[in-house]
């Protein structure tokens, strides 16, 4: 509905704002729980962010900002993939996936794998302050990347 509702670039911008903010409250070592209500609160806003702008793993990433390397990435893991086939899904019953997103997705499939590879042999280099370091910038990057979108159109 947001997608049919409102335009895109103010979309973008509002959360990409709101992705910023996030991480400078999160950076300044405010305290959010990681309890079901704030898991399920951050699971709407990633599917919600994901699907409406492409950033969904921001509002999870920095949840789960503190706890160790093999709960971020599993549960990530499964959280993003029941995720990524609600969006399909969903987009698919709302006429919203044409043949370029099919083609885009198999171009993406061999960095796909390659992240995998690798990210397995990066497993114990990415580990406390290094992975939440990790969370904090790429989620900024992202944020600041999608407010770039808004504004160059």
């Known amino acids: 509905a947001l ?13 990409g704002l709101v992705v910023l903010g996030a991480v400078v409250v999160v950076a300044g070592r405010a305290t959010v729980p990681r309890n079901p209500r704030t898991e399920f609160a951050a699971g709407v806003a990633a599917g919600t962010t994901g699907l409406v702008a492409s950033i969904g793993g921001p509002p999870l990433a920095l949840l789960y900002r503190d706890a160790r390397g093999e709960v971020v990435r599993s ?20 006429g919203e996936i044409a043949g370029t997103d099919v083609e885009v997705a198999l171009w993406l499939l061999p960095a796909l794998a390659a992240g995998f590879l690798v990210g397995g042999r990066l497993l114990r280099h990415v580990e ?13 990057l992202a944020a600041t990347a999608l407010i770039l979108r808004s504004w160059l159109g």
Request: aromatic share 2%; net charge positive.
């Open 128 to 140: 406390g302050g290094r992975l939440r370091t990790a969370l904090l910038g790429l989620s900024a």
């Open 75 to 94: 549960n990530l893991a499964v959280i993003f993939s029941i995720g990524l086939l609600v969006s399909i899904v969903a987009r698919a019953g709302a």
């Open 3 to 15: 997608l049919k509702l409102v335009d895109t670039r103010a979309l973008d911008a509002l959360i």
